[in-house]
């Protein structure tokens, strides 16, 4: 079984910074790509950013020059530097990986989700 553990959530005045973090575990052989969606009450999941195994990200445009994903191979964590935060950045944040476990069975795997909310 493999399980995503996002934390780093909270509240924070607009034009904060935050960081969040996902770690991996359980029964995984590699992780192919990684990435952060977040949805509001009410509307659709959308993508924040992702990143391949060869560190090439993509990011949505309302958070380009804002937002920076990276990740630790080593230790099978991606993080989300979120700068210059604004209202509408509130949301639950959730933690995506694409993932071939031992059995070689590849799928993708979603966290629990941590809430940031961005208020005054």
């Known amino acids: 079984q493999v399980q995503l553990v996002e934390s780093g959530g909270g509240l924070v005045q607009p034009g904060g910074s935050l960081r969040l973090s996902c770690t991996a575990s359980g029964s995984i052989f590699s992780i192919h790509a990684m990435g952060w969606y977040r949805q509001a009450p009410g509307k659709e999941r959308e993508l924040v950013a992702d990143i391949t195994s060869g560190s090439i990200t993509n990011y949505a445009d309302s958070v380009k020059g804002r937002f920076f994903i990276s990740r630790d191979n080593a230790k099978n964590t991606v993080y989300l530097q979120m700068n210059s935060l604004k209202p509408e950045d509130t949301a639950v944040y959730y933690c995506?990986?694409?993932?071939?476990?031992?059995?070689?069975?590849?799928?993708?795997?979603w966290g629990q989700g941590t809430q940031v909310t961005v208020s005054s």
């Open positions: 995506k990986a694409l993932i071939t476990t031992r059995r070689m069975y590849e799928s993708e795997f």
